[in-house]
């Protein structure tokens, strides 16, 4: 039997994630009270059951006591079931602009409260069984498609779960540093394509662009010192259990040399290999004209 508890933020992706596994062939219960979780669980492995897949979702409502869960999920594992733990999350910023857009009061929260004090009362709450969390989601910058084929890796294909996953983010100077940026470099002591006529209105996505960049010698110096930093740097993330880096590639506007490198770089990452999961976004190439 698969038995997966997925647990964790309001406004983290839970219920998304419990659509996702249910249409993925796992029976689903939502919303249990805390207190039923050992009665579902012998009914459910009961010979007779014919359930093989399960999704548990649970979380930290107002009115119900989140104390004990930790100890209720070791109770099962000794017992021989083996629960795994998913737990989603986002960051409090990416929660409260969530929160804002579908007007929903926090589930911590009495009408009037601070919704930044539910969220903080929340994390609280849940610090415990997020420390001992199978697979930790952060979905502050993750699109459903990814999220998708993520669980679809671990719960689906079963392969290995990739606990960090690196987000190599290019942007403009100009439209500020990324708010969500672990590591941020700037690439503008490269020449700038802008002022060359027939790149001006090209990316860094666009091979002109890429060999112009990477023409001057400093640009191959810099992304090889950088990969051989990450190389150094990631095992130990990945030991400490951070789940998510953001590495921030600026350049005065986002549309040229942060492009080249950003995509050089996720290309030397994808061939380094190792426990991380690894994306590419370029946030500012839709402001060019």
């Known amino acids: 039997m698969r038995f997966v508890i997925v647990t964790g933020m309001s406004g983290g992706g839970k219920a998304t994630a419990i659509h996702m596994l249910e249409d993925a062939g796992f029976y689903c219960v939502d919303n249990l009270p805390v207190s ?17 897949k399960v999704v548990l979702g649970i979380d930290a409502r107002a009115g119900q006591s989140f104390e004990g869960v930790s100890g209720i999920i070791e109770s099962l594992k000794d017992k021989g079931i ?3 733990i998913l737990f989603m999350d986002a960051s409090d910023q990416v929660l ?3 929160y804002k857009e579908t007007r929903r009061i926090h589930p911590m929260n009495a009408v009037g409260d601070r919704l930044e004090d539910g969220i903080a009362k929340e994390r609280q709450v849940l610090a415990e069984i997020k420390s001992k969390a199978d697979y930790i989601f952060d979905t502050s910058s993750l699109l459903t498609r990814e999220l998708k084929e993520e669980l679809d890796k671990i719960f689906v294909q079963n392969e290995s779960y990739n606990s960090l996953m690196i987000n190599v983010l290019s942007f403009g100077f100009k439209y500020g ?3 969500d940026a672990d590591l941020v470099f700037d690439v503008r002591f490269l ?5 060359v006529d027939e790149l001006k209105h090209q990316t860094g996505n666009d091979k002109p662009v890429q060999d112009y960049v990477k023409s001057f010698p400093a640009c191959g110096e810099f992304v090889d010192k950088l990969t051989d930093m990450l190389a150094f740097l990631i095992p130990g993330y990945v030991e400490e259990g951070k789940y998510q880096l953001v590495i921030a590639i600026g350049c005065t506007g986002g549309q040229h040399r942060s492009v080249t490198i950003a995509n050089e770089l996720y290309d030397r990452l994808k061939e380094l290999g190792g426990n991380f999961g690894l994306k590419l976004t370029h946030r500012d190439v839709k402001e060019a004209k």
Request: hydrophobic share 30%; aromatic share 10%; proline share 16%.
């Open 96 to 98: 409260i602009k969530r």
């Open 82 to 84: 083996p629960v795994e």
């Open 36 to 52: 039923l979780i050992e009665k579902f669980t012998e009914l459910i492995t009961m010979p007779d059951s014919g359930i093989t």
């Open 191 to 195: 020449p700038n394509p802008y002022y």
């Open 177 to 179: 540093i990324p708010s």
